[in-house]
């Protein structure tokens, strides 16, 4: 709700988003990072926290007010509340009281009693035995005159128990206990054990004397009263009872009487000075029993729908039991501060506590997961979390701070029971935010971390909903996109709204018989009036009094008001009396002065102090060792890994690995296999398989007296599906090598006819193809040609694509819908003379058909580059991108970008969604290029009005629907890097390159211009100039967030730990870097001299499916030494299987 507040001075209602850079999200990013790399310390924390608060809860409170603990909610509305003199015409009755101290909180000493009872009955008459009941054929009362003595017997009849009249009265004293009489007394071996036995007694009128409204400034220990300040005697009468008119008179005769024995405040015994308070019990009504239920549905509903749209699918469960647990924590530890601060929380209705706590709680924790999701599953937990918790946490600490404030505004104005609620609701908000950073964002971690759990978020990011939904027609409506969640006012202002409305409707509840002017004014005197009033004390300072007489009557319970509205308004639920200040009595001779100050907290902390604190250190002890246990049995890989990770003060985004000494020169030539190996090719006719996460190796072996054996010169690799086979391009033969059995497969003639391969890929039969057969093998040859290797037949197809010369040739294959048929692949060339063909195979024949698109000239056409997941392809021309139907080939969309520099144009997509037409979308599409004009790599992203949307690549002059967002709709962010150097983009949506650092000011070791292009040993060249040159030249950028990012991120390509160990010493002089390609979903390999430089953001898991966890699904292409990449290879990467094990030497 802050949001649309600050509208005026913001222009817009968005939730703002920090910079990275900005200083606040930096530390909450910090701390994020932090709690999930140390997630097992934080889950403890948080667990001892939660015992620590929750534990005390049940000893804090209880159903008897008399034991000094708490009083619980009940099903009903109570309150005490002074009430403004021109509210009313007449109360209902009239309080009277007189308290009664001997030295201080010694007023239960028999001399004290033996004083109270002798002033009692010197105003009311002989009390001894009360027991007013009348015969019911008695002689009716006549009112005596009002300055004349009552005698018992007609004071009796007046009594309320003989009949409610304008003339009744009751009373009740503490002398009650002993039956008001002097002997019991004196007698008594035992007055405490007396008066706790005697707490439940009943008077006459079924009033139980409790020690709240018997005794003042009480202390208890054990549950038990073991000392008393004050004895107060009250009595209650109706504005035309003679007793009271008797009280009054002889109260002012008693002070000058009794003033040699007491000590009397007022010293004329006139109590002049009054104030009107009104008591409530209300039950809870069916009418507040059925907006209870539902709003409780409400939420109920809320919590569903808005559950039903996070993208993670096993663990939802675990999700909503976090949350539930989350929130029930926040509430009990709510309850116990309360209690502490001695909040009274029992005038409010037990069933209002959890709804507000529930609304506030789930928009955080489903932001806060929501952001998880939208992170890239390939970065590691820690660098997850702490992005989301950074991203979203200062939205939650300003929506709190905003809570804070209306709360307390709202506590200003209202009852103190709504005034309590509002307390309540503000330490819950605290400590649920305490929580949330804490116990939810732990469990969070765990989650992720976990490999079941993980695999869940990560299939979310790629796999749409396949659940059938019907086209919208129509235009949405405003509630629907509230029940879709499609609009703010469904997320943001809902915990807001509910805590409001409720703290309203409890206000409204105590004024319900008023009008609303009346409610409203009565409230605004309600709350500033008594802010700024002073208590009464200035008579009462000298006797030092334990509790003052307002105090004392607002502590008054709820079961007492119930008691005196039965018998006063029996019909009602809430009565006004016309209190007036108490007549005082100090015994002479009394010792006021406080021995100990009062105590700070309720009675029932320190006995919970004294008997339970080491039970609660025990319970805690226990329970943290159980969940470090628990913890440690369930994720004891995951911690181990973690603990690797734990050497910096945050995880790294970018991470640098180096594979060496598998060559003596240059690498020019590399290769992935789907399950994380790496083939690289060298100009020394050297062949390496590398093991990427060991750094282990193997190498093909060739020999160069055998055709069949020798694969150089090498035209193009290209590695099978199943990782299985390697298959060698050389100009008159195709060498196929086992990369199980470490030998020479197959060898078949081909002819290059002196042209290069422009692409050679597998066909993908993975499901029709038995193990261990020899897919085919596809050549597309430059000079327009094509060629179908079949190994098992042991014979060669040739096709023609197009009569003029590729510039571009990239598979497209259709995605796959479930069939156990393999998806069908197609090929896209483009030509010199920018004709597209698609070429596609029929009953086992490749058939090409050129592509005529009648709205775009034939001319610029650069490349083409597929977007599988949503059966599109993209045409890169000069200043252009068209969006082509792969099915239709019609032109959907064009782009516009600056001058691009010849195939520089490769793309990102985000996670596939379903778009509201049913069909495949993404969240973000994102282009990438360098710019003819400057060489910067620019990067223009094109995002959804909404962000729960999609991109729905369907024809915008006829979409399915009228809410899907076409591309013609979108809004685009543009970025720019400045010397991008080699780069490409990965299947985590990350866009990494390597680049050479410029020279400052011309100094530093360059290399000498008549060496350009040389290699030399490191041998020749001093090791320290050598390592020095290179560790400070070359670095590494990635950006990885494209949506909120601003700039790029930066280190050194060559790692601290490489230098320290001198591998750098075997490294050749670099000018210029190698071939770079894709590996996994995560990294980039760069071949950097002789060596391999394998750069990784975030965390790389080669044992998952880059297809399940990004939704693509491409032919892995060769890359080439010196070549710039045309953005179609795309490499795709199983996952690796324990069982092949390594296989390196």
Same mark, same amino acid.
């Given at each position: ?993 390597? +680049?050479? &650092?410029?020279?400052? /000011? ?5 290399? #000498? %211009? ?6 030399? !040993? @490191? ?101 080439? +030494?010196? &070549?710039?990449?045309? /953005? ?5 990467? #199983? %996952? ?6 390594? !296989? @390196?030497?």
């Amino acid at each position: 709700m802050i949001w649309y507040l600050l509208y005026p001075f913001r222009g817009t209602t968005e939730v703002p988003a920090l910079a990275p850079t900005h200083p606040l999200r930096r530390v909450l990013t910090r701390y994020g990072r932090y709690a999930a790399r140390h997630v097992l310390a934080t889950l403890l924390i948080s667990v001892a926290l939660t015992l620590i608060l929750v534990y005390p809860c049940p000893f804090l409170y209880s159903d008897d007010f008399t034991t000094g603990a708490s009083n619980v909610p009940h099903h009903v509305w109570t309150d005490a509340q002074p009430l403004d003199e021109g509210s009313i015409s007449e109360p209902d009755v009239i309080m009277r009281s007189v308290w009664v101290h001997g030295s201080y909180m010694k007023a239960l000493d028999k001399e004290v009693l033996l004083g109270a009872l002798e002033l009692q009955d010197e105003i009311l008459g002989p009390t001894k035995n009360f027991d007013p009941r009348q015969p019911s054929d008695s002689v009716v009362a006549v009112v005596p005159n009002a300055n004349s003595d009552l005698d018992p017997a007609d004071r009796d009849r007046f009594h309320v128990v003989n009949g409610l009249t304008n003339e009744s009265w009751f009373f009740h004293s503490p002398l009650q206990y002993w039956c008001c009489d002097a002997e019991k007394v004196s007698s008594d071996p035992d007055i405490l054990a007396t008066v706790n036995e005697g707490k439940s007694r009943s008077t006459s009128v079924n009033v139980t004397l409790r020690h709240s409204i018997v005794f003042s400034g009480k202390r208890f220990e054990d549950r038990r009263l073991v000392a008393a300040d004050a004895l107060v005697i009250t009595l209650i009468h109706l504005r035309n009872s003679p007793v009271g008119r008797q009280w009054e008179r002889k109260a002012k005769t008693l002070a000058a009487r009794m003033a040699d024995k007491w000590t009397i405040i007022p010293p004329d015994g006139r109590s002049m000075s009054s104030q009107l308070y009104e008591f409530q019990f209300r039950p809870v009504s069916a009418q507040d029993s059925v907006l209870l239920v539902v709003a409780y549905c409400l939420m109920a509903v809320y919590f569903i729908l808005t559950l039903s749209k996070i993208r993670a699918l096993k663990s939802r469960a675990g999700l909503i039991i976090t949350m539930l647990i989350q929130i029930m924590a926040s509430m009990a530890s709510s309850f116990t501060v309360c209690a502490i601060l001695k909040v009274d929380l029992s005038k409010i209705p037990y069933a209002a506590y959890p709804l507000v706590v529930f609304a506030i709680s789930i928009e955080n924790s489903f932001r806060l997961i929501n952001a998880v999701i939208m992170t890239s599953p390939n970065h590691s937990t820690s660098y997850r979390i702490g992005e989301a918790f950074g991203e979203t946490a200062h939205v939650a600490v300003a929506s709190r701070v905003q809570n804070l404030l209306l709360l307390w505004l709202l506590s200003k104005m209202t009852f103190t029971g709504v005034s309590a609620f509002c307390t309540f609701a503000a330490i819950a908000i605290l400590l649920d935010f305490v929580y949330l950073s804490t116990f939810f964002l732990s469990v969070l971690s765990i989650d992720v971390q976990r490999t079941e759990l993980s695999d869940a978020l990560d299939k979310a990011m790629a796999t749409a909903n396949h659940k059938s939904t019907p086209p919208i027609k129509g235009r949405q409506t405003w509630t629907d996109a509230i029940i879709r969640g499609n609009i703010a006012l469904s997320t943001r202002v809902a915990g807001t709204i509910v805590m409001v409305g409720f703290v309203l409707m409890a206000q409204w509840h105590f004024l319900e018989n008023e009008g609303l002017a009346t409610i409203l004014g009565r409230a605004m005197k309600l709350s500033w009036k008594q802010t700024g009033k002073a208590p009464k004390s200035s008579l009462l300072i000298d006797i030092h009094q334990a509790r003052s007489p307002t105090s004392w009557l607002r502590l008054q319970d709820h079961e007492t008001a119930r008691e005196v509205i039965n018998i006063v308004k029996p019909w009602a639920h809430s009565y006004i009396a016309r209190v007036y200040d108490p007549l005082i009595f100090v015994m002479k001779g009394a010792d006021r002065m406080p021995r100990n100050g009062e105590r700070l907290f309720l009675p029932a902390v320190y006995d919970f102090i004294h008997h339970e604190l080491h039970r609660l250190i025990v319970s805690v002890l226990v329970c943290v060792c159980l969940v470090w246990l628990f913890m440690n049995y369930l994720l004891w890989d995951e911690l181990a890994e973690a603990k690797r990770d734990t050497g910096e003060d945050e995880d790294p985004l970018l991470s640098v690995k180096t594979l060496s000494e598998g060559h003596l020169l240059d690498v020019a030539m590399l290769t992935a296999c789907r399950d994380g190996h790496l083939v690289s090719a060298g100009l020394d006719r050297i062949i390496q398989v590398w093991d990427i996460r060991t750094g282990s190796r193997s190498r093909v072996m060739s020999d160069p007296d055998r055709p069949e054996e020798n694969p150089f010169p090498i035209l193009g690799m290209a590695a099978s599906y199943d990782s299985n086979w390697l298959a060698l391009l050389s100009p008159q033969r195709v060498l196929i090598w086992d990369l199980w059995e470490h030998q020479w497969a197959k060898s078949i003639h081909v002819d290059m006819v002196g042209h290069r391969a422009e692409l050679i890929f597998f066909s993908d039969e993975r499901r029709t193809t038995p193990t261990g057969t020899l897919p085919s093998l596809n050549i597309v040859r430059r000079n327009g040609t094509m060629l179908e290797v079949k190994f098992d037949e042991e014979r060669v197809k040739e096709y023609v694509v197009c009569r003029t010369p590729l510039i571009c040739a990239v598979p497209m294959q259709e995605k796959s819908s479930g069939s156990p048929v393999a998806p069908q692949s197609s090929i896209l060339t483009v030509s010199r003379r920018s004709c597209i063909h698609q070429v596609t195979k029929h009953d086992d024949v490749w058939v090409s058909d050129e592509l005529k698109f009648p709205t775009r000239e034939e001319k610029d056409v650069q490349a083409v580059i597929p977007i599988a997941a949503c059966s599109v392809y993209l045409i890169a021309r000069l200043q252009t991108v068209d969006v082509v139907d792969f099915k239709s080939s019609k032109i959907i969309h064009t782009f516009h970008t600056e001058p691009m520099q010849p195939r520089s144009l490769k793309h990102l997509r985000s996670s596939s969604r379903q778009a509201h037409c049913g069909s495949a979308g993404l969240a973000s599409l994102t282009l990438a290029y360098v710019s003819s004009e400057t060489g910067d790599c620019v990067l223009q992203t094109y995002l959804a009005l909404d962000e729960d949307s999609a991109i729905c690549f369907c024809d915008p002059v006829s979409p399915k629907t009228e809410t899907c967002c076409v591309l013609s709709s979108t809004r685009e962010l543009k970025r720019r890097v400045k010397d991008p150097g080699n780069w490409e983009t990965l299947l985590n949506g990350s866009i990494v390159g390597v +680049r050479m &650092k410029p020279l400052q /000011g011309g100094k530093g070791h360059s290399t #000498s %211009p008549t060496l350009t292009g040389l290699r030399r !040993r @490191a041998a020749a060249v001093p090791k320290k100039h050598h390592s020095t040159s290179q560790r400070d030249r070359w670095e590494v950028w990635v950006m990885s967030q494209l949506e909120t990012q601003e700039n790029n991120e930066t280190r050194p390509l060559w790692a601290e730990e490489e230098e320290e160990e001198g591998r750098d010493t075997e490294h050749l002089i670099i000018s210029s870097l190698g071939p770079i390609v894709k590996v996994g979903g995560s990294s980039a390999a760069v071949g950097f001299g002789d060596t391999i430089k394998v750069i990784t953001v975030g965390h790389e898991r080669f044992d998952d499916n880059p297809a399940d966890r990004f939704g693509e699904d491409l032919i892995n292409l060769t890359n080439r +030494r010196r &070549k710039t990449t045309t /953005g179609t290879s795309r490499s795709k990467v #199983s %996952p690796f299987a324990a069982a092949q094990g390594h !296989r @390196a030497e």
